[in-house]
């Protein structure tokens, strides 16, 4: 079943229209187009972001979760360049007040995240 759900509940407490909602909505829309954990819809993808991680680190410090939230937090950065870093359960932000891609830091993320944007294709 090639169907997703994203729950946002009442224990996300974020207002509306805020950097932090903006990239909850599209960190959990970048798990829908990754798909399944264990089961990604491009494993090619994964293959180039675990690449990507162990020569530039990762994004954020919410990558260091799983592949699956260091692919969600790739898609969000990327499409909201204009959020900084958001605050997550580690509290401890990576770069502050910037987004992680202004960096210049992570060009092996930043062509990723092209090839899935410019529907390149799977690899």
Excluded: M
Aim: negative net charge; proline residues 7%; aromatic residues 10%.
């Amino acid at each position: 079943d090639n169907k997703r759900s994203i729950y946002i509940g009442p224990s996300t407490r974020v207002a509306i229209g805020t950097p932090l909602y903006r990239q909850i909505i599209i960190h959990e829309l970048g798990h829908v187009i990754h798909g399944p954990s264990g089961a990604p819809r491009c494993p090619s993808y994964d293959t180039l972001l675990a690449s990507a991680q162990a020569d530039e680190d990762t994004l954020t410090s919410y990558s260091k979760d799983s592949i699956d939230e260091a692919f969600s937090e790739l898609v969000s950065y990327y499409v909201l360049r204009d959020v900084s870093e958001q605050p997550t359960k580690y509290q401890d932000l990576k770069w502050g007040n910037i987004n992680p891609f202004a960096t210049g830091k992570y060009p092996q993320h930043l062509a990723l995240a092209e090839k899935i944007f410019n529907n390149s294709g799977c690899p």
